[in-house]
């Protein structure tokens, strides 16, 4: 009997090892068709998420309603299971380099508890050879079984966007891959059990893997060229966003928009394909570019704040700053890799007083990550104000509101353009 089988008529269990923003909608879809065990190394997020609470505060209490689900912290509760996905982070470290140490770890634990005929299909996002090159070799030494004789591999990138309830695991085409034709059946049937939009099943585990990677690298790509058009127009004295409302006109111009590029994606994909890139003797020059661009655009908007302040002959030792929102992306409180740090300290390096607010971060994660909390109480004597995250509450506010808590001739930053043709007493300025 194939391990589908087995899994639908519940004579197995299907394991997910890390029960992130990823992991723990992939592990509540399986639970209502499926016997699951959700595994992850954090028991204080075990305990939340027994009490349906999601910790990434992504899901709501009802999501965990009707689920056959196993939470638990101890890696020996995954014997129980045969078909083992993995969807642990895979973030880059201080020189932008490839960080595998989540994925090598959580490879380890699902090694301790292989049987033969066990299948594990890896989601976290990868530069392409990395589940046979890294991750294969971790599970044959620690298990002592074979691959392909043994157990199974598979590649199945996740796809979901955090704070996106349009599109979510079940209307997103799934990838699917593996290690040979069986394992790519079993692979692909098992996922369309939780995908109503079906799944594409790519020929190898490295085409799927390429596929994911270059997905974010693209978005990375085109956002950098808005940016530097930014950059540009504004030295021109011409605002981008009226630009990109003309061109967009045309049927096919491609409609993205400058920003601040953080997050666990489109922040950190491109620089594992850059990665494996030297390995075979080529320096890829558009994603490196587009990175280098990106990765500047914190600073840029600290120091054309600082240069318009200084231009109202402004003592910038005495001025003071509120930065409106500090995680990677609107109505999410994930702040993994948030962009606007960047400017926050810049502007700190210039002695800025900085005010920090944001309706979703959690102020102590905030110190942990990057030495700055939330403030209590908004002042009302702003030299400046950066709007930096686009969240939904932050529409509602007017510019009454804003002229409220600043002195006179204060500067407004609309890093995203959101209140564009709305703000006419403030000084405006956006990307």
């Known amino acids: 009997m194939s391990i589908y089988k087995k899994l639908i008529n519940k004579e197995t269990k299907l394991s997910v090892i890390g029960l992130g923003y990823v992991g723990l909608p992939i592990a509540l879809e399986f639970a209502r068709k499926i016997k699951v065990v959700g595994f992850d190394i954090k028991s204080d997020r075990i305990e939340m998420m027994k009490n349906r609470i999601d910790p990434s505060e992504e899901l709501e209490a009802e999501a965990f309603d009707g689920c056959d689900i196993v939470f ?16 642990v982070p895979t973030p880059i470290d201080k020189n932008n380099l490839p960080d595998l140490t989540p994925l090598l770890a959580a ?16 989601e976290s996002t990868v530069y392409p050879g990395c589940t046979e090159e890294d991750c294969i070799p971790v599970l044959e030494e620690i298990s002592g079984l074979k691959f392909k004789e043994d157990f199974m591999v598979g590649f199945s990138p996740e796809r979901i966007n955090p704070g996106d309830k349009e599109h979510t695991l079940r209307t997103i085409v799934k990838i699917v891959s593996g290690c040979c034709d069986e394992s790519l059946d079993n692979i692909a049937k098992t996922y369309e059990l939780v995908v109503d939009a079906g799944v594409h099943r790519a020929p190898t585990i ?26 540009l127009f504004n030295r021109m004295g011409i605002n981008t966003y009226d630009v990109l409302e003309a061109a967009g006109t045309k049927w096919n111009f491609l409609k993205f928009s400058p920003g601040l590029v953080g997050g666990h994606c489109i922040g950190v994909d491109p620089y594992y394909l850059a990665f494996k890139a030297q390995e075979y003797r080529y320096h890829p020059q558009i994603i490196k570019s587009g990175r280098f661009v990106n990765d500047s655009m914190g600073y840029y908007v600290a120091k054309q704040l600082v240069k318009r302040m200084i231009g109202q002959n402004k003592n910038i030792l005495d001025t003071k700053v509120l930065v409106m ?13 948030a962009r606007i740090a960047d400017t926050i300290h810049e502007l700190q ?45 932050y529409y509602e506010l007017t510019e009454e509101y804003f002229k409220s808590i600043t002195k006179e001739k204060s500067i407004f930053f609309d890093v995203k353009g959101i209140y564009r043709n709305k703000i006419t007493s403030l000084e405006y300025m956006s990307l």
């Open 206 to 231: 490295k085409v799927a893997e390429s596929a994911k990677v270059i997905e974010n690298t693209q978005r990375d790509v085109n956002i950098a060229l808005i940016n530097e058009l930014s950059i």
């Open 325 to 337: 929102g500090a995680t990677f992306k609107e109505d999410v409180s994930d702040i993994r890799n």
């Open 107 to 122: 490879s380890r634990t699902v090694g301790k508890v292989l049987k033969k005929g066990d299948y594990v299909v890896y």
């Open 349 to 393: 390096s210039y002695n800025v007083k900085v005010d920090v607010v944001d309706p979703f971060a959690n102020s102590k994660e905030l110190f942990d990550e990057y030495g700055f909390g939330l403030c209590e109480n908004i002042a009302d004597d702003y030299d400046a104000i950066i709007v930096g995250v686009n969240h939904k509450p």
């Open 72 to 87: 638990t912290a101890n890696a020996d509760d995954l014997r129980d299971a045969t078909f083992h996905i993995v969807s």
